[in-house]
């Protein structure tokens, strides 16, 4: 199964990806237990499928599609937001399939979704300048998506542009822990030396350390929701959270 999952996330496209994930469905009877819990779906398995790159294990829930930052974040728009309560206008760039069919069921949102090729985004727009109005938005999400564009501060403000004042963003990327600064260079073009340099071929830089300050440079402020601050190792496992993930939340006053 490994090697089935590295190969289709190192070749196939991602609309193409996306048309074919249902078939992960037909998986499910293989992963029946219940050491791991979907907070999502709610749905619990022995273990959850590989994913990735180089497809690590333990990862992709086989019911929802969640990955660990879906997880997070469905966790923090629980916990902290009124985001299942209150009136908001929400656009959501590269919607993810977790996300996608929930939230377009909530009638307290105005939600469109947005992206450049995906067939299943309302919007085909370029998130670098989307002639979308300004001010104009209660919640924004563009997650992994800024390791992937031309410029990401040029898309950091264009996000900062089309939030109301109040509103609020989550953009999250891999980061480099290692690394104090985020790694980027155009010149380089070819798949194999980024995914040597940046962790993936289609990503043009692996953000470090500095990635809030990136944030706030463009006038975010920025809070931090810490997964080993809110859960026990034992949740940790049980859920299947990164650990060491930070879930930035971007503001705009």
């Known amino acids: 199964m ?26 499910k009877p293989f992963y029946l237990g219940n050491k791991v819990e979907c907070p999502i779906c709610k749905k619990h398995y022995r273990k959850f499928l590989p994913y990735g790159n180089n497809a690590g294990v333990n990862r992709l829930c086989p019911n929802c599609l969640s990955l660990e ?30 996300f996608i069919k929930r939230f377009k069921k909530l009638k307290n949102l105005n939600y469109t979704t947005a992206d450049i090729v995906s067939p299943i985004a309302d919007l085909h727009i370029d ?21 992937h564009v031309e410029n990401d501060i040029f898309a950091m403000k264009e996000i900062f542009r089309l939030l109301k004042s109040g509103g609020w963003a989550i953009m999250q990327v891999p980061i480099n822990f290692k690394s104090q600064i985020t790694d980027e260079d155009p010149n ?15 990503h043009v830089r692996y953000h470090g350390l500095d990635y809030p300050n990136r944030l706030e440079s463009v006038g975010f ?18 859920i299947r959270l990164d650990k060491n993930e930070i879930l930035y939340i971007a503001k705009k006053q």
């Open 2 to 27: 490994r090697k089935i999952i590295k190969f289709i996330v190192r070749n196939i496209p991602r609309p193409l990806m996306i048309k074919l994930s249902k078939l992960v469905f037909f998986i």
């Open 127 to 147: 998130i670098l300048k989307t002639g979308l109005e300004s001010n104009n938005y209660d919640i924004i999400f563009a997650n992994h998506v800024l390791e």
């Open 188 to 202: 380089i073009t070819d798949p194999k030396e980024r995914e040597k340099r940046f962790g993936q071929y289609d």
């Open 221 to 238: 402020i920025v809070e931090k929701f810490e997964v080993e601050k809110i859960f026990s190792q034992n949740q940790i496992e049980r």
């Open 69 to 98: 930052r879906h997880r997070l974040i469905w966790i923090y728009l629980n916990k902290k937001t009124d985001f299942f309560q209150a009136n908001h206008k929400f656009l959501h760039f590269a919607p993810e399939q977790p």
